[in-house]
């Protein structure tokens, strides 16, 4: 079996997303310097993007004045000033990390031990679409159904829909609902939303059926999706691709705004205020969390996880710590666990977390002092990835099987046996997609708990993924090749961008209109799109 690359960094990355709406604008890219940097995993809970690690890191100190790398040709600005958190010397190693990380790597050319099982079946080819039914036909007297019969309303409907073809999704769904009945009609067709939603996307979307998919939500964040990153065609704005910035800075944050949280191997939680991202300023301001000497935790940081204002830090000082993001970061809770936490999932009512010793436990966030709700030990290895909701937990692990766990019925639900094993999730409900240590892309469908292996994609990795992040109409994958990747999630996958690093990138985090991506090269990339 082909062993992923592994170093010793890792960064983790959560961005706070302001209560306020803004237009699209220019979008700007920055690159956060800090301490130290490694990988960044994505999960959106509660309106925070929340970045947790991958088991990818990058095997230079961050001392060594690495700079961030270029992006698509765009020259990159001059190097970061180290976080309240950098140290001169490298910290005290930490021999169990160490001997994990090793590990994981192995042999990149090794042969699998084990037989594998058979893959999984091909998709049905995308140019054999279902059908989509038919366009509600106008009225007998040529205009749309219950229009007055004259003006834009007299125009037949399949006209009338073309025009609104050349408008932004985002203002048909949400501006011509208040002109008349009629046009909110039009607004609301939901053959017609799903025919524009194929012709943009230029294949199968969504990937699998779902029963409440919303095609008038997924063409809007299709559409925006396609314009930031410019694949759309002649609807694609007048807007060169993203272009990297520097920013510098270390001074106490303020109140409010957008925020951003990194964890590294000194052992240091930093959170970054960023509202001033791009501006005149000279970088954002940065506070370290937590009053230990030594650093946030005694162990490496390796893993972040937020619910609503409340973020958790992992590391492998078997605890997970609880901070208070409106009270300027204060530490509110604890959790001990028996070993090393390497990844994290934050439900509205419950902390899930996955440990080095192959456990995979529950706990109440309000109660104080925190203890396990539930304990489950499903693996035989490490806990690699998580995602859970109200009713279920998604374990992958380093033993290559994928577990779901029924949290109402308090036991394991069904346990599949994969390929190679998952670093990185993006769940949904009803449909989880997954990055592996081969560089594919697999998505499973949902049905009453009951996951099933549907698509196994090549999104053009050549290495592990790292990092994943999929909604109805986007889907980002970073990947130890030190390449981040922007594609339409159809079937199979359409890449419109891809971004190149001077390092490997360990993760990805989206929340509204910003995108981070952290790397082995002292930095997190950060692309913001409003104003």
């Not at 590391?315 to 300027?328: G, I, N, Q, R």
């Not at 790292?466 to 990747?485: A, F, K, P, V």
Request: glycine fraction near 12%; include cysteine; charged fraction near 25%.
């Amino acid at each position: 079996m082909v062993r992923p690359h592994v170093g010793p960094f890792r960064r983790f990355l959560m961005t706070y997303r302001p209560l306020s709406p803004r237009p699209f604008r220019r979008p700007r890219k920055t690159s956060v310097g800090a301490a130290s940097g490694f990988g960044v995993r994505a999960a959106r809970i509660d309106g925070v993007a929340t970045a947790a690690p991958s088991d990818d890191v990058s095997g230079r100190y961050p001392g060594s004045g690495s700079r961030c790398g270029r992006g698509d040709g765009d020259a990159a600005g001059p190097g970061p000033v180290p976080g309240p958190g950098a140290m001169e010397d490298p910290p005290a190693a930490d021999p169990r990390a160490q001997e994990f990380a090793d590990r994981l790597r192995g042999p990149v050319d090794a042969a699998d031990p084990e037989p594998e099982p058979p893959p999984a079946p091909d998709p049905p080819p995308a140019s054999v679409p279902p059908p989509v039914p038919a366009l509600r036909r106008p009225s007998p007297t040529g205009g749309v159904p219950g229009g007055s019969g004259g003006g834009l309303l007299a125009l037949p409907l399949e006209l009338l829909l073309r025009i609104c073809g050349f408008l932004a999704a985002r203002e048909v769904r949400a501006v011509l609902p208040r002109v008349c009945r009629a046009l909110r009609d039009v607004s609301r067709d939901a053959v017609a939303w799903r025919v524009r939603l194929r012709r943009r996307a230029r294949g199968a979307l969504p990937v699998l059926e779902e029963k409440d998919f919303d095609p008038a939500a997924a063409c809007v964040e299709l559409e925006e999706h396609l314009q930031r990153w410019g694949g759309g065609g002649r609807h694609a704005p007048l807007l060169p691709r993203p272009r990297p910035l520097r920013l510098r800075g270390h001074r106490p944050p303020p109140a409010g705004g957008s925020l951003c949280v990194s964890g590294a191997r000194d052992r240091t939680v930093n959170l970054w205020d960023l509202r001033q991202l791009g501006g005149a300023q000279s970088g954002p301001t940065v506070k370290a969390l937590g009053s230990e000497p030594g650093g946030t935790h005694k162990g490496w940081v390796w893993c972040l996880a937020a619910a609503g204002t409340t973020l958790c830090s992992g590391s492998w000082d078997s605890t997970v710590k609880l901070w208070d993001l409106e009270a300027e970061g204060q530490q509110c809770g604890e959790i001990r666990e028996r070993a090393a936490v390497l990844c994290l999932s934050f439900c509205p009512d419950a902390i899930i977390t996955g440990t080095y010793d192959k456990t995979v436990a529950a706990y109440d966030p309000r109660a104080a002092p925190q203890a396990p709700v539930r304990s489950y030990k499903p693996h035989s290895s490490a806990v690699l990835a998580l995602a859970a909701d109200d009713r279920l937990i998604v374990s992958g692990s380093e033993d290559r099987t994928l577990v779901v766990i029924d949290r109402r019925a308090d036991g394991v639900l069904q346990r599949l046996q994969l390929q190679h094993y998952l670093l990185s999730m993006s769940y949904r409900g009803t449909q989880l997609w997954a990055g592996d240590n081969q560089g594919r892309v697999h998505v499973f469908g949902n049905s009453d708990g009951r996951f099933r292996a549907e698509r196994r994609f090549d999104v053009g990795h050549r290495l592990q993924i790292t990092g994943l992040w999929q909604n109805e109409g986007s889907l980002y994958t970073t990947s130890t090749d030190r390449t981040m990747r922007i594609h339409v999630p159809t079937d199979p996958p359409r890449t419109i961008c891809s971004w190149t690093h001077d390092d490997v990138l360990n993760g990805i985090s989206v929340e509204g209109d910003v995108v981070a991506a952290a790397s082995g090269g002292l930095s997190v990339e950060v692309w913001k799109f409003g104003g």
